[in-house]
């Protein structure tokens, strides 16, 4: 080996050893020339599972969805220029939703930069404040120094991306050609030394404070809001807080409690009423996770702002655009809920009570949805999972009207979504990515959302997955039909409503996937239970006019219902 | 109309009217609820074309392509989020490539930032060092001084985006609810002043000083250069300062000079040759626009780095990665031009001479090419397009094979290609950009780089474009059997190779194309030639390694009879 290609060798391989050895199983890598050292000796790790996805854009998301599904962090490499820019969308979700992903982006050497040398853009801090870390990295070498350099390089980024909150770093790589390792049978040849192991702390709460903040709770008749949370600790710790204050828990869809039937899951419902929320007024609310998904629920809590209002957040966060947080809380969550548990008694049983019998009401009216509208296939579809199955949700009306017909402790199910900012794009790849991790997944979302990643099917064909997915194809932006926009007849359809037209059985043709078409309620359920390798696309068109009005139609009768209850 | 809607509605409409009024024809639009106000305004406004795309990247590189042929900026509006992240490829791009692009980007309002709200990413430099100029706007607001400011931004924006180098700016719009503003006939109803005009000069040479850079050149056996140009005075310009020196040009397919007769055309094969570069080394070189395409001219400028070697550049950039520059000259090339015919002589006619016989030698090979490989099929597309066609070429092969087989002074056609940073992505997008603003096109590029922007065919057929695309499928990365990483079998196919085996009939259904299986070189030329409505898909399946070898056949034939030539 020349003195180059050992640089390129070993530089590469330690990295990539230490990126393994602290705890990454996955990499993602876009084909192209200047990543080429890395590629191969990723490839050639015999205990990294590489994918390739040709476009970089789904590339991205697919990771974030391997990330949340494995809650560990995911690696992505690609080729310099316009491919890098290409993650910008995942790595911002990825940011706001608090995933781990290390982006590794290819670069041409520092005397090829800013001097027109083609595929070349400038890659420093290229994702600005969405990536929780940057580093320039050095250019490959083989001396001592430099290979401890590049194992600590990697040991940080794993470390980096986990660390409280976590999220996506990024490693720009600079290299000169000739761009071939000496790769085969590498990790035989040569013993690579372990990396730093990083350790961190927890953000663990001071008894003192907590009695403090105990006294302005207790003896309440407080109320538990869980957004999305994506610890499995940190959720049965919500439960034991409930049970021991008798607090119920208004559970988002996300926050994986839905599965607990002691859980409020149509508050989205009953919460459209003034008076119900009035008389259900709490006196104080402690919040865990991101904001909840339901909009009658943050009116509901904006409508109560003169109340204690707790928000706990161990990723330091300030979520909180209601502006009602009287307690910001940065402590680990389920160390909070222990000590909370020995600090707060029960509430008044009348209290619990109450909103059990509202949401009992209400419930059963959601329940009676029915026929070929969004929200009865809604319902047909979460009855056709089987146990254990994994939800992967599209943002607008599907992650609506989850929140509205998922059910509490009927089944034992893991949702997602890309819910940090809450984008249409890259979904099918999120859905995939977790797929790709070992979870049975059925998504579900609208014909836009589809659309706009109908590429990421590709990871499906070329990575052998499966998956199945329904599509709500209402020709266009469901949701405008609930907003003020929709009243805006002039321009409504062709700036908000965007009836593509699109019929996605051709798409299953282009990436061979199967496709049935969906036009009832008992055929969904039958073919969610067929089992089928690949990708099976579910497509039942329904119309925009008709789902709004069935849902408010539903949402009238919920809230009636419930007001009877409450006498 | 209460103070907020006034707001609003004035407060948008002042700036939808002074961007038009200072200049821009075009605004590329994605659905989406925060934009609201802005996109009802400017769907109002009476001299504003709009285009509506669901996919915001793209939207972004279909701007992109408007941008590139019609010179003027386009506008691209988008909702908050991830949509904005989406944008970041066609961004890098038109920096590079110096494209003048108005991002508008929808904002929450600062009470509501960084504190969990929904669709929300920090959107301040969100396209960092790619953006040319970044402004947070005000919110709205309808007082004199707010108003003059708001139309003061338009204009500077589109100054901005236009003063050398031209390139991509970026304003973020914060807006509060409710988002509608009091659109319908807002343009009728109100006055609304015009906006400041902005003037910027040109870089003019400087007598004295030319003369010295003159002293330098004359006499001598030049070449002149060309990479991609865009504006036609600096083409023509160009011609003249060739005629009068005799000094050769160079001229890259996309220096829009390929028109001409009396430009050099083939370089490209015969400089493959170390004997004939040693042969016609130049004594100096003179060099406008991008580094041109040819890797075997770009080795030639580098085996003659011992020459004065000028580059002139008013965009003020550093385009030289060869590092060969003996002069770096930012002045308008156009005067450079003709500021130099006044101070240089002609050189030997035995010079000229000399490179147009070896260059004849070359091409006569080159266009021997036959049959159903990408060489042979590229010649057909050429011969089989009308006067005044444009192309739209894709990168890796595409636009080296364009190289080599668009000879000179045939046809009078006009060549686009993304080759900022030479990503396969956005093609299809950028290709209907230019053929939304009347262009023939006349698309070519692979299976990937056609797969990586399928989404784009949406946008025509939404918006009813019309263009033909020829899509040379060799099942995956052509370009990568002409490198190095051919060698590595091991993980070649995986890495690099990445047969993905679409077939891109399905494509032509989903998004209501036409489609045409392309067996001949004949049956090509037929098709080109049928006048059709919409987009009209025609696919090629070549072989990877036929078309390698194919090449490398013609360049060693035209090496050899070139080498004829010299003697």
Known sequence: MNNHKENMTYYNAHFVDSLVRSGVEHAVISPGSRSTPMALLMEEH?????????????????????????????????????????????????KISRVPLIVLTSDRPPELRDVGAPQTIDQLHLYGHAAKWFAEMALPEATETALHYVRTQGARAVFESLSSPSGPVHLNFPYREPLLPDYDGIYNRISIPAPVRLISGKKMPDRIIMDDVAKTLRGKNGL???????KSSVASAILSLSEKTGWPILADPLSQLRSNKSVMDSYDAFLRDDEIKDALKPAAIIRFGALPVSKALTLFMKRHHDIPHVIVDSGGGWRDPLHVATHMIHVDEAAFCIEMCTLLNESQTEWKTAWQSVNE?????????????????????????PDGASIFTGN????????????????????????????????????????????NVYAVMGDLSFFHDVNGLLAAKMNKLSMKVLILNNNGGGIFSYLPQASEEKHFERLFGTPAGLKFEHAA???????????????????????????????????????????????????????????
């Open 361 to 385: 009401a209400a419930r059963s009216v959601m329940k009676k949805a029915d026929g070929m509208d969004e929200g009865a296939l809604f319902q047909q579809f979460l009855k056709g999972l």
């Open 224 to 230: 538990i809001i869980a957004g999305e949370i994506s």
């Open 46 to 94: 015999p205990r990294l599972k590489t994918f390739i996805l040709v476009d970089e854009r789904s590339a991205g998301f697919f990771a974030l969805g391997l990330a949340k599904s494995s809650q560990k962090p995911v690696v992505l490499l690609c080729t310099s220029g316009t491919a890098a820019a290409n993650y910008m969308p995942a790595v911002a979700e990825a």
């Open 509 to 567: 043709s282009l990436f061979d996937c199967q496709y049935v078409r969906i036009t009832s309620g008992a055929q969904l359920i039958e073919e969610l239970n067929q089992e089928r390798e690949g990708i099976t696309i579910l497509e039942a068109f329904t119309d925009r006019a008709i789902n709004t009005e069935v849902h408010r139609t539903l949402w009238k009768e919920a809230v009636m219902q419930a007001r009877k209850a409450l006498l």
């Open 396 to 439: 607008s009306m599907p992650i609506r009207d989850l929140d509205s017909f998922l059910f509490a402790g009927e089944q034992r199910i893991r949702v997602h979504g890309n819910r940090g900012a809450n984008g249409i794009d890259g979904l099918v790849s999120t859905a995939l990515g977790i797929a790709a991790n070992g979870e």
